[in-house]
């Protein structure tokens, strides 16, 4: 099948279309706040080799890149000639997709006429999979819950009741959990049923010839991205806090013609906690931050993936071997942008950003509602700011690396006996810069009830701040509180009724030099409560005065002003700051 550019662009508009559908399924039809809320979730079609052709709008890289690269795996197991249609696969192998067995992928492949077109994949976060609940507390996988070799979920359309059995007798949540895998089976049921209509309404017999040609073009363009930069190698190095003791991740970035390689010996080794990533999670986030800095025009599908190599050294914290406990892996894997930020800001410095928050803060809330007695079991998520950009400031409590979102304090308070007393921007956590780095937030939560109550905060970046780039300062660390005082993270944490939990993720690094920040952008940042006053003199030598009562609540944008003279003095007297 030969294709013009009109044709092509075409089928591969209708196949994000399919892809989408496919995506708004499963968030209208899943059980639990992290898939329909938080959007933690990735969808996408396959071609009969397993090569992912085009992923949903949106989703995490965590999952879509680990599902593209893990669904060779299931064709393995169960090659095209052994399945039937109405078959659906699942597995939540943590070395053979997305790295924690929290995360379930569902395949299903697509028949016409008795043979597979294509397969459609989709990978979500659990609510619950059992063992401990899910914290970096376990030193084998084994803990952690239920794990699951790829089998099937469904056989020719009956679901596999046994499995389904087993599922809900291991976990705290069974309506929920078992509600998302057949949401998951009824997504690629829909792509399915699109997929087959487009292939009818365009004579399409198969639809290869044309994966071949949009997998074969985004390689090409991605190739010609990496020409574009010299060749060379680049290091970098940054801190996360760990569980036992912190943790280094290393990275070397090699440019070599039309291929890069990304190579992260020296990193920490494997931890006897639940922090480990697989390879296949590291690929994930290594090979979408190489995308994201010099292509991210390029659809993400296999060609995107063939010019990036990534290595890690078996038995290191990127690379960890079985049984290593793994259920909190993102809070090592989410840094692996920042650090190929670092190395890249020496060659591309215009088209990376400043370290960010990084790890989103997943936290997990048990809690008995006092009018029923009926256990509750939420997972939350909570986002900190984004490394300030070459010509913008950083996004104030947005989910990158992982796209994910928080879930609003209406929905938390609805589906457990929680109040959420405050949400707010933190004063003064994005770092200075030309542009300044994102805002982290503040939050505050208690129990309705009498009883005892946990909390399992997976949170990072309480020890070492985002770092900023070309000048830019650190972000302010993030901070989780009991009662005011300083409480031990990853860990599950039980409470007494009246104690208060303050989860506060942190900002993001700034870019360039503080100084240089336009002082009318600073009078901006200290109206909308970015900035405090005491900041814009301090870190940015900005002289900024307030003419109102300052004990008033409401203050007004008339009442604050630049006093141009003295910033230009201390401006002068910092000298090289600039």
């Known amino acids: 099948m030969t294709l013009n550019a009109i044709q092509l662009e075409v089928l591969w508009n209708r ?21 329909r809320e938080s959007l933690d979730l990735a969808c996408g079609v396959f071609d009969t080799r397993g090569n992912m052709i085009a992923q949903s709008l949106t989703g995490t890289p965590g999952h879509i890149n680990p599902m593209a690269t893990g669904a060779i795996h299931f064709l393995n197991t169960f090659p095209p000639e052994t399945l039937k249609p109405g078959d659906v696969l699942v597995t939540n192998d943590p070395w053979q997709t997305a790295g924690q067995i929290n995360d379930f992928t569902v395949l299903t492949p697509v028949f016409r006429d008795e043979k597979i077109v294509a397969y459609f994949a989709n990978c979500c976060h659990s ?90 073009r985004s390689e090409a363009a991605m190739r010609d991205a990496i020409r574009a930069l010299p060749n060379g190698r680049w290091t970098h190095e940054l801190w996360a806090d760990g569980f036992e003791s912190p943790l280094k991740i290393a990275v070397a970035v090699t440019v070599e013609d039309a291929d890069i390689y990304i190579d992260f010996a020296g990193s920490s080794p494997q931890s006897s906690r639940g922090i480990n990533v697989v390879l296949n999670y590291t690929k994930g986030y290594a090979s979408f931050a190489m995308k994201a800095a010099i292509s991210p025009e390029v659809p993400h599908n296999e060609g995107a993936f063939r010019p990036v190599h990534i290595t890690a050294p078996e038995g290191c914290i990127l690379n960890c071997v079985e049984p290593a406990a793994v259920a909190s892996r993102h809070l090592v894997g989410h840094f692996l942008p920042s650090a190929i930020f670092g190395a890249l800001a020496q060659v591309i410095p215009d088209r990376v950003l400043a370290g960010g928050a990084d790890p989103g803060w997943m936290s997990v809330w048990r809690a008995t509602f006092p009018q029923t007695g009926k256990g509750s079991n939420i997972t939350v998520f909570q986002l900190g700011g984004t490394g300030a950009r070459p010509s913008k400031d950083g996004l104030n409590t947005t989910g990158f690396p992982s796209g994910v979102g928080s879930v609003p304090a209406e929905v938390i308070e609805t589906l457990a006996p929680l109040v ?140 604050y002003a630049v006093d141009w003279a003295a910033t230009a003095t201390l401006r002068d007297q910092a000298g090289g700051r600039g």
């Open 127 to 216: 609510p619950d999979i059992g063992g401990k609940i899910l914290s970096a507390e376990a030193r084998e996988v084994f803990e952690e819950g239920l794990r699951v070799p790829i089998m099937k979920l469904f056989d020719r359309g009956e679901p596999n009741e046994i499995l389904f059995q087993i599922i809900r007798a291991n976990v705290r949540t069974p309506d929920e959990t078992v509600g998302d895998l057949y949401a998951q089976a009824s997504s690629n049921a829909v792509g399915a049923r699109s997929l087959l209509a487009m292939m009818e309404e365009f004579g399409l017999e198969t639809i290869d010839p044309l994966a071949d040609e949009i997998i074969g």
């Open 15 to 35: 196949l994000l279309s399919v892809a989408n559908e496919q995506q708004t399924t499963l968030i209208r039809t899943a059980f639990s706040t992290i898939v």
């Open 420 to 559: 959420q007393h405050q949400r707010a921007l933190r004063v003064d956590s994005g770092g200075a810069g030309k542009f300044r780095g994102g805002l982290g937030q503040n939050a505050t939560f208690s129990y309705l009830g009498e009883q005892d109550w946990s909390v399992s905060s997976l949170v990072d970046r309480t020890q070492f701040a985002a770092q900023g780039v070309m000048g830019g300062q650190a972000g302010d660390v993030g901070e989780f509180k009991r009662n005011g005082a300083t409480a031990p993270p990853k860990t599950i944490l039980w409470m007494d009724a009246k104690d208060q939990i303050e989860l506060n993720p942190p900002g993001g690094g700034g870019y360039g030099a503080p100084f240089l920040r336009d002082p009318q952008h600073v009078l901006a940042d200290v109206v909308n409560g970015y900035v405090s006053i005491a900041a814009a003199r301090a870190e940015y030598g900005v002289v900024i005065n307030y003419a109102g009562e300052r004990e008033r609540l409401v203050r007004l944008p008339e009442h």
